[in-house]
């Protein structure tokens, strides 16, 4: 409903400009250019043309307003600024006429003639024409609007003050009676001002319809003309891609004609090569039809080869397991229990003191004899020398290295191997040398590595052996001190207190033993042994006596569990190989030790004293061994047992002060040498 009105408005507005132009035409005010060119447009359209393509402005009655060329609003904004600068000129008026003195005479001779004034730039109904303006004065002449006023009376002419009072209020009535003509007058020039300005009003509303329908239809114009360009860009971009597919298409056209030459040149190249191939297929056919049958062939001798390497892996299996019988057999015929002696060299001062060794001879690798002079009681005599003849297993002289010595104790780590339990373990006086054979020094090298790693590096070795012939180990290390019949843990850096370590049994059907709270390392390589050697070794107990300034104050145990399976034959073996390097034995007279260090001695001779005692009774086959009277017993009862093979170790040295020690030692490896503890059974499953 507004775009109607919207519309009707904007007719009706059209339908007044016929007549507005006919009006221009006739007015002679008018330039007479805006006439051509108003006349111009008029046969070149028969539609009515804006106010804004005339020369002047007209109001709706016909009166013409002046020239201009600017918009309609424009002329609005000057019919404003008319009405306000009459409105000032009235003001300025009134105010000339208040400040005035008041007249000695009559106002009736001075009143003026109010007509109808009109304001400049307003037209009148009369004329038709830009009126004159009517002449106002701006003040009343004083002579006009002043009274005299005769001098002062006294006070008792009543009469003439009345008659004075009487004459200025006729003056004041004519000043009111001018001034309210004066007001009529400006209240009609107010309201012919007002009907222009309406009239004004209604013009720039119909103009700005106009100018509305004309916005709208140049927007739609703009819209169809944005629209048509769009569709032409469109038509265009859509021409280019057709041209450019065109062009695509020209191209695989020639492409694929240039690609089916090559296809059909191919073509006949390859119906050639098929041809060839075909003759060759034929050849290949025959010699594949040859190989077949040697495949056949191959396949009989195959299962054939099969066939004899199981039987060879049973032979070899077989051949092991005679080997292992074999080595058993000549480790027991060179017992069980085996001593091997071996005196260290000079070393240090000793040298200085000593320019050889006079009380110690070596007939063979088997014997070793002492020599002692004994004087007379009165001391004029001197009798010959006393020989005390010693026979063992294998006897080390100063010179024997340690690859030396190992090598006669590598047939005995072979049978850990092979189910059964070992044990090795080094006895002697303080100094004498036993941590440096089966440990090494403190700095170790290849030539200077004890039993113990050289033992782990053959079992390891020979592990990587034996897994080509089926057979899987697993290990199982521990390392303790035996200190004061007290046992403690040499893998662990910071034991933890009130932690007791007991001995105690697997099970009640099973011999084997463990230690309670005792750190079992898993190892699968000789370097993670290696590792934990040298871990024991910083924590073990040591401390300087007057006969060794580094003596060793406890027994060290190193004990590693194997266990070995071979699967195609179900077949386990398991065993424990005990190193053991042994305190060093001492007399307190000359080892001066007291306190803490007296303590130790006694606990260490003690428990030599029932090693010896615990090997004596196996020998002698009674039936009370006493293996709990020590500890270190309690622990290596299955390795001292008949059931297992054991070398000791007797360490000697060379020093002529140490002889009553050198002597005790030797006669009590002697002891042990003769002891026969029967035979040792695998632990084979």
């Given amino acids: 409903m507004a775009g109607r009105s919207d519309d009707d408005k904007t007719v009706k507005a059209n339908s007044n400009l016929p007549m507005l132009k006919k009006r221009i035409l006739s007015d002679e005010n008018i330039p007479q250019s805006a006439v051509k060119r108003l006349r111009d447009n008029g046969a070149a359209s028969t539609r009515p043309k804006l106010a804004t393509d005339i020369a002047g402005v007209w109001s709706c009655d016909g009166v013409y307003v002046g020239k201009t060329t600017r918009r309609h609003s424009d002329r609005i904004k000057e019919h404003f600024q008319a009405i306000r600068k009459a409105k000032r000129s009235f003001e300025n008026i009134r105010l000339k006429i208040s400040s005035s003195p008041p007249a000695k005479r009559s106002l009736e001779n001075v009143r003026p003639k109010v007509t109808s004034a009109t304001v400049v730039g307003v037209p009148t109904k009369a004329t038709g024409r830009k009126p004159v303006p009517a002449v106002v004065p701006a003040t009343v002449s004083k002579t006009a609007l002043s009274v005299v006023v005769s001098k002062k009376r006294p006070g008792w002419d009543l009469k003439g003050q009345v008659a004075d009072m009487q004459e200025k209020v006729s003056v004041y009535k004519g000043k009111m009676h001018y001034l309210t003509e004066l007001n009529r007058s400006l209240q009609e020039e107010l309201e012919l001002v007002k009907s222009h300005l309406k009239n004004s009003k209604a013009e720039a509303f119909n103009a700005h319809q106009q100018i509305s329908a004309k916005d709208l239809e140049v927007k739609t114009l703009l819209a169809v003309q944005q629209d048509l360009n769009t569709e032409l860009q469109k038509s265009k971009t859509e021409l280019l891609n057709v041209k450019l597919d065109r062009d695509n298409f020209f191209n695989v056209c020639n492409t694929q004609k240039e690609d089916l030459d090559g296809l059909r040149a191919t073509k006949q190249n390859l119906s ?29 001798q195959v299962a054939d080869l099969k066939a004899e390497t199981a039987r060879q892996a049973d032979e070899l299996c077989a051949q092991e397991m005679q080997r292992r019988k074999l080595h058993n057999i000549i480790q027991e015929l060179k017992g069980n229990i085996r001593v091997f002696c071996r005196v260290r060299p000079l070393i240090g001062v000793e040298k200085e003191k000593y320019e050889q060794i006079e009380h110690i001879s070596f007939q063979d690798d088997r014997s070793i004899i002492l020599y002692k002079v004994e004087e007379s009681h009165t001391g004029r005599e001197r ?155 910083t924590n073990r107990s040591v401390a300087k006596t007057a006969i060794n300034d580094r003596s060793s104050r406890s027994h060290s145990v190193f004990q590693l569990k194997i266990a070995g399976r ?26 001066l030790s007291t306190g803490e260090r007296l303590r130790e001695a006694q606990a260490i001779n003690t428990s030599l004293s029932t090693l010896g005692l615990v090997i004596t009774s196996i020998s002698n086959k009674e039936s009370h061994i006493p293996f709990r009277n020590s500890k270190l017993t309690y622990l290596l009862q299955n390795s001292l047992g008949g059931n297992s093979k054991t070398l000791m170790f007797v360490n000697i040295s060379p020093c002529e002060e140490n002889f009553s020690e050198s002597l005790n030692s030797l006669r009590f490896a002697s002891k042990v040498n003769e002891c026969v503890i029967g035979t040792a059974h695998a632990n084979r499953r």
């Fill in 272 to 300: 050639n090569l098929l041809e060839l191939k075909e003759g060759q297929i034929q050849v290949t056919e025959a010699n594949l039809s040859q190989a077949m049958h040697e495949l056949e062939q191959l396949r009989i």
């Fill in 383 to 537: 009798k010959e020398a006393v020989k005390y003849h010693f026979d063992f297993d294998c006897v080390f002289q100063p010179t024997a290295t340690q690859e030396i010595i190992f090598e006669e104790l590598s047939l005995l780590v072979q049978s850990a191997l092979d189910g059964y339990h070992v044990c090795i373990f080094a006895y002697g006086q303080t100094g004498s040398g036993k941590t440096y054979t089966m440990e090494g020094p403190d700095i170790v090298t290849l030539d200077t590595m004890g039993m113990i790693p050289r033992a782990v590096g053959q079992i390891f070795k020979r592990v990587d052996e034996l897994k080509n012939k089926g057979w899987k180990y697993s290990f199982t290390a521990s390392f303790i001190e035996i200190y004061n019949e007290t046992i403690r843990d040499l893998l662990v850096s910071k034991p933890e207190k009130n932690v007791e370590y007991e001995i105690k049994r697997v099970s009640q059907t099973s011999e084997e033993l463990y230690v309670t709270n005792l750190k079992y390392k898993t190892v699968t390589s000789e370097e993670e042994v290696h590792r934990l050697l040298q871990i024991a070794r």
């Fill in 566 to 591: 071979h699967e195609d034959r179900d077949l386990n073996a398991s065993s424990v190989l005990s190193l053991v390097d042994l305190a060093g034995s001492e007399r307190l007279d000359k080892s």
